[in-house]
């Protein structure tokens, strides 16, 4: 057994010396005032516990530098907040929509907002396809699995480390947090070609809107909860006081790992080094340093 053992610990060392490039996600901010843009720090930790670097895409970036980000990178996120669908996204959405039809797996990710805007891009329905008046703000949630979403990829995973049953833990589990008034009805979503719907909620009112879904065959996937926040966000109020509900027991931070090392090997699938420093595209923590604020545990602030 000890010797075994060894030969496992071996086999990771030289696994990881000979297997180093760790992939580079970019992370699209949102507008924070007249003069700066935002990225909450959970979101950039999230990544980074799956095996990922983020990088930012700025929110009104143009043609050009959406381009050079794109490529520089492995895979997009698609953030919480509260902004509107930017140019900026809808290209490189476009961009990479080319590079997974030419073979490139190059992987997207959306939460809440982020979830809600890449069904606007899917459906190229602009707004008409999000529903409003969901009470599910501040809302604790196990998860309506429909029969894709119980062999689906994402809460499924095929892998030699993944020895949870995803879908049983968060079936029993009320620990995916919700914080969206918008969101997305089933029926809007079931003849749109190549996806799958993997699972649905109710809000307060009984009101069903569509938790997670993912492309058939590329690497597109989308949440209406938001996995970053049982790990590192804790709500509290400028006097320390929590004022969500966010669930931080060992269930909900198992789903938030998962999840997020799940993402980690489908952009690290993308091979080739695609980031280069001289690309003057910055590794986020390593060019920004977070400020505190009230919403978030810590926030990433940029000039614009």
């Known amino acids: 057994m000890a010797k075994q053992f060894l030969l496992a610990s071996l086999a990771l060392v030289v696994a990881a010396a000979t297997d180093d490039y760790t992939p580079v996600v970019a992370v699209v901010s949102h507008p924070y005032n007249s003069t700066h843009e935002s990225i909450p720090a959970s979101y950039v930790k999230w990544l980074e516990m799956g095996g990922a670097r983020a990088t930012r895409m700025p929110y009104n970036a143009d043609k050009k530098l959406v381009e050079t980000i794109v490529n520089n990178t492995d895979g997009l996120f698609f953030i919480g907040g509260s902004g509107l669908l ?66 689906s ?63 058939e065959t590329r690497p597109l996937y989308g949440t209406q909860f938001h996995p970053e926040k049982n790990t590192f966000e804790y709500g509290c109020n400028s006097k320390g006081v929590p004022v969500e509900p966010t669930k931080h027991n060992d269930a909900a931070i198992r789903h938030s790992f998962e999840l997020s090392r799940f993402f980690g090997r489908e952009v690290a699938k993308v091979r080739g080094d695609r980031w280069q420093a001289e690309s003057g595209v910055e590794i986020i923590y390593k060019a920004n340093k977070g400020i505190i604020e009230n919403s978030y545990e810590e926030k990433y602030v940029f000039k614009i």
């Open 86 to 151: 930017p140019d900026s996204a809808k290209q490189a959405y476009s961009l990479i929509t080319n590079l997974q039809d030419d073979g490139t797996p190059y992987a997207i990710w959306g939460t809440c907002l982020g979830f809600q805007w890449l069904t606007q891009l899917i459906t190229d329905a602009g707004s008409p396809i999000l529903t409003s008046g969901y009470d599910s703000e501040n809302l604790n949630l196990a998860l309506n699995f429909t029969a894709a979403g119980k062999d």
């Open 153 to 215: 990829r994402l809460f499924n995973p095929k892998s030699d480390y993944t020895v949870v049953d995803l879908v049983g833990l968060l079936t029993e589990n009320t620990v995916t947090i919700n914080q969206h008034t918008f969101g997305v009805k089933p029926e809007t979503m079931e003849d749109v070609e190549g996806y799958n719907i993997l699972s649905t909620n109710e809000d307060r009112e009984g009101k069903v809107f569509v938790s997670a879904f993912e492309h």
